[in-house]
């Protein structure tokens, strides 16, 4: 996994933005300016504040909590200055520094020091600066000779894929040049390879997910290019392209103009393909496509059936080869959709409200990503289309989110079965709550409170650390943008809270959870402190890291939250006005010098509540599980090789391991699945691949991936009638006719067939015919829910930031203004 982190740095140090670029590292790139933010914008809808309490500049103190503070020891003071190490990167006047981490564990970090130009203005005899440190960034040497001290563009940066393989993306003048250049190595950066390209890039190259050797690229002219070869040869394999992501396997996507030419670019008029086999042939999926991506395991696109008509949307769990259009109720054709998550059993999508509401509601898919349920009213997003939607990846199930309630106040709201309810999170048990306080829970700010410079971080989870949760918050009725945002830490998912650091802060996760560090974010001023806690935030010890303070960039550390050494950036100014680029390595391994032993780990049932019925303790998606983990008291190591253990036993059914299925939603009183008033009977009829499956439905379905057995009976969906319908078949494929034999069974077709026997000859033949068609369009039109979404009007800018699936691939970019956020 790679994270992108861009951090301006001047007066004042603000986090802006992530992405993924890559897979086998990660990237954190540091960006250094006086330039105002707000400049060259693209034009959204007007932000809204976090909350409706009053505008005020001046923050308040939220309730206050305990938390403890212990003091570092002589010894363990002397044991960091042992092993803190500072870099200076004395006249390095880059404005941007990009760190990647190469490899799994390889210790080795390259730092690439530029600037941000665009590809017209080449700077001549400008050049860029690389560094590469094999001791987790404690030292670095300058090896900018390896890349004959090549200007390399911010904008593509370092790209890093599976194993140890780098590629680096030169800036270079497209005017007098066959093609771009790019340097490649495979050991680390150790060495690279230049090689000419016989194309200009138009977007950084893409790795295949799993092998480095294929790669994948986009040329300004609308070319598609692959090398099978690491980038020693390049082949052209299509023309007019205009986005393309990886599938499952070797599965290749793209949309492309009807004719291969970039001339004939429209949006709404391309045709998405598929190559199987790296190029050698294409399979039309298909036409009039809009836009589309790949999440997961599904792949979707929007298709303009009609320029007069909003797109439909569209989505395929067999790499193409079928696809079917989503059903979801009570979408209004003023609506705009975002994908807000997505793996191989389910999807998340936001459908917005009309007009500028900042809300609107969430659906779960069924697993072919086809039927939508409603999840969750009123779910927030904002002007700047950001939603603070967040999976909490240390616990199976659980995902966070914020939402607009009807008195125009923020309330965070949880869900531990994916999406299947949701519920205010609990009180922090250290925080007591003032009497004038109507209700008192804890809100968790998000990307909304992030875009508009509430809080530099947003939740922080790792799958390796079970069941820790790091957040910054408040405490009360609703989020407030007026009250000092502080930081708070759930040791079991979400559960339960303790307030742990007042003010905002930046914070890792390190040692698989063992160990949590954090700087306190300063919008003004210097740092030169570090605080660490060995016990999941309970209690805090402070080290100050250097004696010559410097305005603080960002915390970089290892992927996998393995690491012990966590990296502080900064620049400090120097005396001749220049700030100069520093890193501050601070190696903890040397404090916490015990290994972990089994006596320091502790059987732990997820989801348990005290209480509760002792059969259904700790049954979530239909299933218990029991993990090892480490004890908040043990002071200890778990260790690069420290894997997760976890025991798994299944439960009996409820109905909380059920979802609303299509046409209903959860009563608020009862908790029952009701049917929607707009819904007219229990029968739902979806074409599924050609045919129109008539289904009976009880009102409920199984969440994606739960695993509970027996108990809840529903006398569930049963298939009574299959038929052709009238679904617009794939170009790439012949339409299919209607069969001699085909099987009358509703009572308006059986009727049909009566009339038009009592009829002979030719007239009966033509009846025949007349009926069959009659039939097949009134069922479709009258009978089968027909939903369709928007076309929202096109921002000037059609840039959209990918989302990383759980397969690794990436989201291509050219998808929907509204459809990936």
Known sequence: MIWRLVLLGGVWVCLLGAEGRGRGGRTVTFHRTQQDESQGKVRTRTRREASSSSGTSKLSHGPSFSACRLHLTPAEHEVLDDNTHETGFNGDDGSYVILTWVGDGTGVVLVLSTISAPLDSFLEGGSSRLYRSTDYGKSFHDISHRINNTFMREEFGVSVGPGSSVILTADTPVLDNPGGVVFTSTDAGATFKFIQLPFHLAQPITYHFLNPDYLVALSIDGGLWLSLDFGAKWTKVHDGVHSFSWGAGVNLFFSCSRVDTVEADKRGDWVLKRTKDLGKTFTIIHEDIYSFGYIGAFLFFSVMEDLR????????????????????PSASTEQFYSILDGDEDMLFMHVDNPGDTYFGTMYTSDDRGILFSKSLERHLFD????????????????????????????????????????????????????????????????????????????????????????????????????????????????????GTLRGPHHYSILDSGGLIVAVEAQREGQVKTIKFSTDEGQCWKSYNFTDQPFFFAGLASEPGTKAMNVSVWGFRPEEDGQPMWVAVTIDFQSLITRECNEQDYEEWLAHSTEGGDSERNGCVLGVKETYRRLKKQSVCRNGKSFVVSKKQSPCSCTREDYLCDYGYYRHVNTSECVRQPNAP????????NGEEDELLTAGYRKVPSNKCEGGFNLQLAVQTVIRPCGVKPSPGQPARSSSPDTH????????????????????????????????????????????????????????????TSSNGTVCQQDSDDDLIE
């Not at 909490?392 to 309810?421: A, Q, W």
């Open 309 to 328: 008509s909003p797109r439909v949307m569209y989505f395929s769990s067999d790499q193409g080869e079928t696809f079917s259009r989503a059903l979801l």
């Open 383 to 498: 002007g700047q289309r950001k939603s603070d939607f967040t999976n909490i990846t240390s616990l199976r199930g659980v995902y966070l989110t914020n939402k607009l309630d009807e008195d125009g106040r923020v309330r965070s709201v949880i869900s531990f079965n994916r999406g299947g309810m949701w519920r205010q999170l609990n009180k922090p048990e250290n925080v007591d709550c003032r009497e004038q306080i109507k209700s008192c829970n804890l809100h968790i700010h998000g990307e909304h409170s992030r875009n508009n410079r509430i809080v530099p971080m947003v939740a922080l989870s790792e799958p390796t650390a079970i069941g820790l949760v790091i957040a910054h918050g408040t405490v009360g009725d609703s989020l407030s943008s007026s009250q000092h945002p502080d930081v708070f830490v759930s040791s079991d998912g979400g559960y339960n809270w303790r």
């Open 681 to 688: 009977n229990k029968t739902l009829e979806v074409c599924l």
């Open 744 to 803: 009358f069974d509703t009572p308006r077709e059986r009727l049909v067939l009566i009339l038009v026997c009592a009829g002979a000859g030719l007239i009966v033949l033509v009846a025949v015919v007349s009926a069959l068609l009659a039939v097949r369009r009134v069922v479709y039109r009258n009978r089968s829910p027909v939903y369709r979404f928007s076309n929202l009007q096109i921002q000037d800018d059609d840039n959209v930031e990918s989302a």
